[in-house]
């Protein structure tokens, strides 16, 4: 039967040794002290987790000075500690045997290696105990996986594979059949609002080798962007954005709007509706016409625009300018985004193009970027980051759903997040 380990990847202690003992209740096996959290606590938290009962995992990430990192882990009660595979020999060869001397077991993390397999051969012989498949948070963002790796290290070396990367109640039992002696799942645990119920539907996914269907903690392809983005807010995307793609002064229209579609582009003047409209026969099912409309004195958009839209299937509407006939749009099953309101309209004379690079709301859009917009704005992603940011969005909106939680327990935003401790020291 394959262990399953929790990598608690978190930076507040009392937050980590709640979820872990959750994740206990659920049938962890072993428990991590994640990167963040080592850094964050320092050997205490190692500890306190071992007060709990079960096999506590180090990941130090070792890269240098291999037997002090390792000594300082292992006196603290840690079962296995993490030892990167981009070390030099000699730091890992000091780093296993330091292990072994204080009776704990040496993990080498493949992380970053260019060739996993390869390198296990090397571990293997140094005298490592487990070696690590692991992708890296980044780079799942962007649809990277781990299995068909954890299979080539599996087939090639004795030693028991471990497996890390965006690993979920559905995916987990793949790890198992591909090799996985250790499957390693963060965030499909950590950011659950029931930890043990999510350890447990993915402990039954290892012991019974089927997938167990969840409709959180997944990783989305350039094919179901539309899904991701539906999932999430705009609040979730400038987080993920690091408060870019935000456009200002654009308002929208009704309310209970969530939009999510590629652009199509539009330039136009003040009051010249010809191309705006044209788009609309331009635009595929689902698409989101975006207008740079000038000064906004005069509309470029209205009811029969509007009609026509619902009719082709417009996924959306934004216009960096003025519309009008609100009584009669504020109600349109097409979200709606202007920057004014007025009642004069303007005439179609038909100058400006569809397609090319605009400005709306002082962001630059393309055809092809993704919009999305709901209550809250309109944003902008860039179409060659969108799977990024889309999964990075459900990552932080799946992380305040655990925030709600323990909120909801009795806490309070500024005691979950320990907000005195991490003040900025001045």
């Not at 599996?154 to 987990?172: D, F, M, R």
């Not at 290892?206 to 807010?233: C, H, I, P, Q, R």
Request: contains cysteine.
């Amino acid at each position: 039967m394959a262990t399953l380990q929790v990598a608690l990847d978190l930076v507040n202690a009392k937050r980590a040794l709640q979820i872990a003992e959750e994740a206990v209740g659920g049938g962890a096996d072993w428990l991590e002290a994640g990167t963040p959290l080592i850094k964050s606590e320092g050997m205490e938290i190692i500890r306190l987790l071992k007060k709990l009962g079960k096999k506590v995992v180090a990941d130090m990430k070792t890269m240098d000075v291999g037997a002090v990192e390792v000594e300082m882990a292992a006196k603290a009660g840690a079962g296995v500690v993490c030892i990167l595979g981009l070390a030099s020999d000699e730091t890992i060869r000091e780093g296993i045997e330091t292990a072994h001397r204080y009776g704990a077991e040496a993990l080498v993390d493949m992380i970053g290696v260019g060739n996993p397999a390869e390198r296990a051969l090397q571990v293997e012989e140094m005298g490592a105990d487990y070696v690590c498949v692991h992708v890296a948070i980044d780079e799942q963002m962007s649809g990277v996986e781990p299995f068909d790796t954890i299979r080539e290290v599996a087939g090639k070396c004795n030693l028991p594979v471990a497996a890390a990367g965006g690993i979920n109640s559905e995916t987990a039992h793949i790890a198992v059949q591909n090799g996985a002696e250790v499957v390693i799942v963060g965030g499909a645990i950590i950011k659950a609002e029931d930890v043990t119920g999510a350890t447990r539907k993915i402990r039954e996914a290892m012991d019974s080798g089927t997938a167990v269907k969840t409709s959180l903690f997944k990783k989305y392809g350039g094919e179901n962007l539309k899904e991701a983005f539906s999932k999430v807010s705009t609040c979730n995307i400038c987080d993920a954005m690091h408060n870019r793609g935000a456009m200002r002064g654009i308002k929208p229209v009704g309310k209970g709007y969530h939009m999510a579609g590629r652009a199509i582009t539009v330039k136009t003047i003040d009051g010249d509706w010809a191309k705006v409209v044209e788009a609309i026969d331009v635009a595929g099912k689902g698409d989101v016409i975006v207008v740079q409309a000038g000064e906004g004195r005069r509309a470029v958009w209205g009811e029969l625009a509007t009609r026509s839209s619902v009719e082709k299937g417009i996924g959306g509407v934004v216009i960096d300018g003025a519309v009008r006939d609100m009584h009669e749009i504020t109600d349109s099953s097409v979200p709606i985004y202007a920057r004014k309101f007025v009642p004069e309209a303007g005439e179609p004379e038909g100058y400006g193009e569809i397609g090319g690079e605009i400005v709306c709301g002082g962001q630059a859009v393309r055809k092809g970027d993704w919009v999305v917009g709901d209550d809250t704005g309109v944003v902008v992603v860039p179409r060659e980051r969108a799977q990024e940011v889309a999964n990075r969005a459900l990552n932080v909106h799946e992380r305040e759903n655990r925030i709600r939680e323990e909120i909801k327990r009795g806490s309070s935003l500024g005691k979950v997040l320990e907000l005195k401790k991490w003040d900025k020291v001045r």
